[in-house]
């Protein structure tokens, strides 16, 4: 059955990617897992000594992969991974289908699986014992189909009892929710990454999303916070506290922002309990690119295109700082309220958009949901208070709701030699990178 599986599946890719339709990252999963529950474990007992990396999270997860992606590869490994952000169980089942031969064997040494935050429980169901699992974070994200992040955290924390001595978990130190996932395993091996950045504050952020100890419930304190509620924390309750063993520097950071520091870190870490060498980590990643989205360039009419996804309060804060370091002076934020984004957009008032908005010199809105996001600037600007005529309350805001129109508008405001920073949700980046290429990812 399996093999009529992967057959039907690469020939529904194929046809998807011919007409120009997607990848095809998902519905081959999708109709070999209604054919045959079963069918991402029958594959990997095929195929035993294919080592398995598992990364979950809120934000970071596709970044992370490619950068271990990079690494393996480089280094002669052949190594494969979900495609496209298909982070759900279909997802899964495509990569492993469309990689499979006629003979359901993976003729690969690793296989690195992002995986939705709400699919994590679902996929150790599956794959048992993976060989690692990096978890990167946990913010507030889609909460209209997740809820908040402590019911994210108490699944996982039940998903993870499971685990024996072949996992190792790679964990955010940071992170109290992801810390205190490892201090009760008693399987699996648990080593910690973290970040050491030049200007942390005493006090955990406005948009913090878990500031209160998960052991206790008591308000945390900070040492120093890097961002939202990541930093150097304790609990003065129950002395819950920062785990001192932790990994916080890689030899190279080939991407922009301290939330990139925590992608690289988790990467070398799982790189150096491979086995690898500094000196092959460094060579590996010189010449690493950024994943479609994440800091990704584009050159379009002659002119550069950078994309920051940017999909909840943490991401977009983290987003406007980084770019207001690069000098950003163009930028495009596209809110959309699709099913991939979260039908709820009041997440906008908790980004700290009042202590970036007048660094930029031209700012063009669009997506599904323009006008929210216009308002919520409004109320970060100088302007708030005039009295507004029109849409345009102040010189350096347009609003365009055609996404294709507001590409090109805002291309023919950015100088040649500036940069325009778009700054999208998941859809609305996915339509960005549409009509910038020419291609459905998928």
């Not at 599956?126 to 108490?154: H, M, V």
């Amino acid at each position: 059955m399996n093999l009529l599986l992967i057959l039907l599946g690469k020939l529904l890719s194929a046809f998807s990617r011919l007409l120009n339709l997607g990848s095809g990252s998902t519905w081959p999963g999708h109709i070999a897992l209604s054919i045959n529950p079963n069918f991402i474990k029958q594959i990997l007992k095929h195929n035993p000594k294919l080592k398995i990396i598992l990364i979950a999270g809120t934000n970071g997860k596709t970044t992370t992969a490619k950068l271990i992606r990079t690494i393996l590869k480089k280094n002669n490994y052949r190594v494969f991974q979900n495609e496209g952000g298909a982070n759900l169980l279909n997802g899964i089942a495509s990569s492993m289908l469309l990689h499979s031969n006629v003979l359901c064997t993976l003729n690969y040494d690793y296989t690195i699986f992002e995986i939705d935050e709400n699919t994590l429980p679902l996929i150790l169901k599956e794959i048992a014992d993976p060989n690692f699992i990096i978890l990167l974070n946990l913010f507030r994200d889609q909460l209209d189909r997740y809820g908040e992040i402590n019911t994210i955290a108490s699944k996982w924390r039940e998903a993870l009892k499971k685990l024996n001595s072949a996992t190792t978990l790679i964990l955010n130190a940071d992170d109290p929710q992801i810390t205190y996932l490892g201090l009760h395993l008693k399987g699996a091996t648990v080593k910690y990454f973290g970040i050491n950045p030049a200007n942390g504050i005493n006090k955990a952020q406005h948009a913090s999303d878990s500031t209160y100890c998960p052991n206790c419930g008591r308000k945390l304190a900070y040492d120093s916070a890097y961002f939202s509620h990541l930093g150097n924390w304790h609990c003065d309750n129950c002395g819950l506290k920062h785990p001192q063993k932790t990994f916080t520097s890689s030899p190279i950071y080939p991407l922009f922002g301290d939330y990139n520091k925590y992608n690289t870190n988790a990467a070398v870490l799982l790189a150096k309990e491979i086995g690898f060498s500094n000196e092959k980590i460094i060579s590996s990643l010189k010449d690493f690119k950024p994943a479609f989205g994440r800091q990704e360039i584009l050159n379009v009419y002659g002119k550069k295109i950078q994309i920051f996804l940017s999909k909840n309060p943490t991401s977009l804060n983290e987003s406007l700082k980084t770019i207001v370091r690069l000098n950003a002076k163009n930028l495009l934020l596209v809110l959309n309220d699709r099913i991939p984004d979260g039908r709820d957009v009041s997440w906008i008032w908790d980004a700290d958009t009042e202590e970036y908005i007048s660094k930029f010199k031209n700012i063009l809105i669009s997506g599904d949901r323009a006008f929210d996001m216009a308002l919520r600037l409004k109320y970060s600007s100088k302007a708030q208070n005039s009295n507004v005529k029109s849409q345009n309350y102040s010189s350096k805001f347009k609003i365009i709701e055609n996404l294709e129109e507001a590409v090109f508008d805002a291309l023919i405001a950015t100088l040649k030699d500036e940069i325009l920073y778009i700054l999208p949700t998941y859809s609305a980046m996915l339509d960005v990178r549409k009509i910038l290429t020419g291609k459905k990812i998928l």
